[in-house]
């Protein structure tokens, strides 16, 4: 059985920082791109971050270059994604992902992706 959990959210000021993981299981970690998508209420979910099988590719969103970094550890079956100078508009529930097929590469689009984890909150304060 797949599994993804999502760790690492909280209550923030902006400008703090948050790392978020994502323990997998149930799958052949190492074989999959992994993305990072996040929702906030009243919107579509949206993509964040995505890395390839190596973690030598890396794809944001634009709202995100340079503030947020994502990596994975094959060895601990986990995807992390920190998350740097921190702002309102970031809050929103993350959601960690599996690309749909192994050796895929990292794509920016929720079609590309299944069996989704059951998010953690982020929540940035002013």
């Known amino acids: 059985q797949v599994q993804l959990v999502e760790s690492g959210g909280g209550l923030v000021q902006a400008g703090d920082s948050l790392r978020l993981s994502c323990a997998a299981s149930?799958?052949?970690?190492?074989?999959?791109?992994m993305g990072w998508f996040r929702q906030a209420p009243g919107k579509e979910r949206d993509f964040v971050a995505a890395?390839?099988?190596?973690?030598?590719?890396?794809t944001y969103t634009d709202s995100v270059k340079g503030r947020f970094t994502v990596t994975r550890d094959n060895a601990k079956n986990t995807l992390y994604l920190q998350m740097n100078s921190l702002k309102p508009e970031d809050t929103a529930v993350y959601y960690c992902a599996f690309s749909r097929y192994p050796g895929q590469r990292p794509g920016r689009s929720a079609s590309e992706y299944n069996d989704w984890g059951q998010g953690t909150q982020v929540t940035v304060s002013s």
């Open positions: 149930g799958r052949a970690f190492s074989w999959y791109s």
């Open positions: 890395i390839s099988t190596s973690g030598t590719d890396t």
